[in-house]
């Protein structure tokens, strides 16, 4: 028998809330945390509109802020729902627990550059006659004005880092970036890390912000964000034929995962087992899915496969459910050539609709929801789904919360490049 | 069960400063050559630390089809490296694609920061900012990004990048992933996949790393990082691991690719196997006692079911840095005490960053191939905060088994030992 890994430990700072409890009860009544930004003045881009984390102070989780003076947000929402989850699995440094053996596995995204100083940056060497660059200006420029410590936290491994530092865990570390797929790929990584003995717990889960001109500009560019700056918290659809692409978040999620028996000695409580993990590439496009939705068919095929269970054991899916033209239509299609006729029976629905897409940490904080929907027996609603799309005619849930009792449920996570990860967290039973 | 699945090494493809592919690297190990010199990409004038291992007339044209060709102009450098040397990769491989199960064919790359090419944020910056004394006017920025950048101008920059192109030009529908650890991040990646393999997800897969830090931006920032050698008049001898003069890090550019599959598969199809992975360990070294380090590699041998008198030699980080070098040999003297011979390539090549773990560790499978162990150059005068056996002259290789070791200045490490086949 290979080992069974849990949840024991659960942390998120969302839009909607900044604990699993606040988020998931804003989730069953339907809430939207999206609105105008506020991070920068975005009042002349394409997209005016985000949904983005408010009133974080990371004072209110972390009492030694020394480590993070220089950390930027993506390593501050990973320190605030890291130390809610080891709170919640009494697994901070002090208690028995071996630290070799306890590691860290994240889908952190990079850290943020500092618009302001690198597009002043780039403008002063900036030639536009022949819109060149005097890269000796730049350099030049560039050592006066960069500030090493700021510098040095836009590298992807400083979050993990950090982490392990504060925290100590002193087991594995690892930090993937597969767009946003990356923390669902990381807690399902991770959790085969304790199945095959490298450790017998991991810290994982996501945090990211991509809501800066840089990151706006990039999606912005590739179309991928819906410009609804008339309604903003109608501009999440997922599902709906109205929809015109995905609203960005931030923020985090972070679970404890926990070899079964380690988790059993010491007395751990048990939110619910990860029991399927499965990975694939489209390997079609950079910029969309497979037509037919071939990569992520095998994918949530073989999160199915490997957790044993039969299909008719799926109670609620978790979709990616971006709101992106493309991307619920392949999902819809991928959920009914894998599940048939029942396709139609199972409820489906999209997180995103009310947090938005937190991109690398969008993956941990809905497998964090699906939990909840387990122990709460409520699935949270798809919101803003107005006029039904003829190619997305599965249950999605709509607008309204739906008491169910579920044991087991699929969670879709796709990222922009074509890399696909499905999860499935079951109830746990001895 | 699959526990007993084992993993093999069965091709090479490698681009550094000192070869363009597996053989003329080797040649290169083999001889003491050094890729190191002024940089030539952009004027380093105003830089303090003017030299690296830079790669002279890479072409990433010669590494793709008429198809994948067309996709260069997203590719920032990195990501060129990676496809350019996973090509040569399946080519060292013998590898013939059609007999492949696509569903079972991974891809998992190591990558670091990949900066944007400042020319296409150019005209955007030059319009928010008019004159370098003015405030920034991100309202103007916002207005002008349409006509002024290239709408997939995000794609070019995204880590994930290395290995999306890679599974695309070659139909590698398996699991992918892309590790962002830094200078540790290649070897995790090969871990990884090996660990993917022996449970049984996958039956053979690309794995590597690919890093260019060569341009104004990387270069200005790691000026202000302050590691780097200072050594302008003698970029050659500039990098000396291990070495009491030891003066700082040199950054070199290139990329790796390995062929790894599951024996049977490779047996199957008449690979010529070069190396088992063996073994593999990791670890967050809290404080950089050298205690972590020591228990990656203690794992990784573990994992591999030999002790440290099986070793032929260490293939160390060896960054030429004064405080990181100390904490190497710290480590390896734990495990090894000063028995077994370290060897390093950096001074060959430069630190490769996120692609130096596998780039490096290719050196080790050409040694136990070759049957030789080339010597660590510009290694000279002992450090007593350094003990370890830094092996100088080039000897035959005696042992079946080697460990590579990997970390970063945080404390993420990882360990991998392989066996000669």
Excluded at chain 1, 101 to 113: A, N, P, S, T
Excluded at chain 1, 159 to 179: I, K, Q, S
Excluded at chain 2, 333 to 352: M, Q, R, S, Y
Aim: aromatic content about 8%; some cysteine.
């Amino acid at each position: 028998m290979r080992k069974r890994v849990v949840v024991t430990g659960m942390g998120a700072v969302t839009p909607l809330g900044q604990s699993v409890k606040e988020l998931y009860e804003n989730q069953i009544q339907g809430k939207s945390g999206v609105d105008f930004i506020h991070n920068f003045d975005a009042t002349t881009f394409p997209t005016k509109f985000a949904a983005e984390l408010k009133g974080f102070e990371l004072g209110r989780f972390v009492k030694d802020l020394s480590r993070w003076k220089h950390a930027g947000p993506n390593a501050r929402f990973a320190a605030a729902a890291s130390m809610q989850a080891l709170q919640d699995a009494n697994a901070l440094e002090g208690t028995s627990i071996d630290r070799t053996r306890f590691g860290v596995y994240l889908g952190c995204g990079e850290g943020i550059q500092d618009f302001p100083q690198m597009s002043k940056l780039i403008g002063a060497s900036y030639n536009p006659e022949n819109r060149s660059i005097r890269s000796d200006i730049f350099i030049k420029e560039a050592i006066s004005t960069f500030d090493a410590p700021e510098e040095y936290e836009q590298e992807m491994h400083t979050t993990p880092g950090h982490l392990a530092g504060h925290f100590d865990l002193e087991g594995p570390n690892y930090n993937c970036l597969t767009a946003c797929a990356a923390s669902s790929q990381a807690i399902g990584e991770a959790t085969e890390m304790i199945r095959q003995g490298e450790a017998d717990m991991m810290l994982s889960g996501g945090s990211h912000s991509m809501i800066h001109p840089f990151g706006i500009t990039g999606f912005n560019l590739l179309t991928a964000l819906s410009q609804n700056n008339a309604n903003p918290k109608k501009a999440s659809r997922p599902f709906d034929l109205n929809r015109d692409g995905f609203v960005i978040g931030e923020g985090a999620g972070m679970l404890v995962l926990e070899e079964l028996e380690h988790a059993r000695k010491r007395g751990a409580r048990i939110y619910g087992e990860i029991t399927g993990y499965g990975s694939t590439a489209d390997a079609f496009r950079l910029t969309d899915s497979h037509e037919e939705g071939r990569g992520a068919i095998a994918c949530i095929k073989g999160a199915v496969d490997d957790s044993g269970l039969p299909l008719d054991a799926i109670g609620y899916i978790n979709a990616h459910g971006t709101s992106t033209h493309v991307n619920d239509f392949t999902e819809t299609l991928a959920i009914k050539k894998v599940f048939g006729e029942r396709a139609y029976k199972i409820p489906v629905s999209s997180s995103k609709s009310m947090v938005g897409h937190l991109i690398a940490a969008a993956g941990a904080v809905e497998l964090i929801t699906s939990i909840m929907t387990i122990l709460n027996g409520v699935i949270p609603p798809t919101i803003n789904y107005e006029t039904p799309d003829p190619d997305c005619d599965l249950d999605y849930v709509p607008n309204v919360a739906r008491e169910a009792k579920v044991d087991h449920v699929l969670s879709n996570s796709f990222g922009f490049g074509g890399q696909n990860v499905s999860l499935i967290v079951s109830r746990f039973r001895d | 069960m699959s526990a007993n699945r084992r993993v093999v090494i069965t091709g090479v493809g490698v681009i550094t400063s000192i070869g363009m592919d597996a053989a003329a690297f080797w040649d290169g190990l083999a001889r003491g050559a050094c890729g190191v010199r002024t940089i030539k990409a952009f004027d380093p004038s105003p830089l303090a630390t003017r030299f690296a291992g830079e790669i002279d007339g890479f072409d990433p044209k010669k590494y793709l089809s008429k198809e994948g060709r067309k996709q260069i102009r997203v590719m920032a450098r990195s990501i060129q490296l990676a496809v350019a040397s996973a090509q040569l990769a399946i080519d060292d491989g013998k590898v013939d694609k059609s007999k492949l199960d696509p569903t079972r064919f991974g891809v998992e790359y190591g990558a670091g920061l990949i900066p944007s090419e400042l020319t296409e944020l150019g005209e955007a910056s030059y319009l928010a900012t008019g004159k370098a004394t003015h405030p920034v006017d991100v309202r103007a920025w916002g207005e002008k990004i349409r006509e002024t950048i290239q709408p997939l101008w995000m794609l070019k920059y995204l880590p994930n990048m290395l290995a999306c192109h890679v599974s695309i030009l070659h139909d590698a529908q398996g699991p992918n992933n892309s590790i962002t650890e830094s200078d540790a991040a290649s070897l995790l990646a090969l871990g990884e996949a090996t660990r993917i393999l022996r449970r049984n997800q996958a039956d053979f897969f690309l794995v590597g790393g690919a890093d260019s830090k060569i341009n104004p931006l990387s270069q200005a920032r790691q000026q202000v990082f302050g590691r780097l050698s200072r050594n302008n008049e003698d970029p050659v001898h500039a990098l000396k691991p291990f070495d009491k003069r030891r003066d700082g890090l040199v950054i070199g550019e290139g990329g790796c690719t390995l062929v790894t599959e599951e024996l049977e598969h490779a047996q199957k199809r008449g690979a010529s196997i070069v190396a088992e992975v063996a073994g593999f360990g990791s670890s967050f070294d809290r404080g950089l006692t050298g205690k972590g380090l020591a228990r990656a590699i203690r794992f990784a041998l573990g994992q591999a079911g030999i002790t440290p008198n099986d070793i032929d030699h260490v293939n160390a980080q060896g960054l030429g840095s004064p405080d990181l070098d100390a904490f190497e040999a710290r480590a390896i003297n734990e495990v090894f005490g000063t028995a077994v011979p370290v060897w390093t390539i950096k001074p060959n090549i430069g630190h490769l960053g996120a692609g130096s773990g596998v780039t490096e560790l290719a050196g080790s499978l050409l040694a136990m191939k070759h049957g030789t162990l080339p010597g660590t150059l510009n290694y000279e005068t002992p450090d007593p905060a350094c003990p370890i056996q830094v092996q100088t002259k080039a000897r035959a290789i005696g042992k079946p088994y080697f460990v590579k070791v990997g970390f970063t200045e945080m404390g993420q490490c990882a360990a991998v030992v392989c066996k000669k086949w």
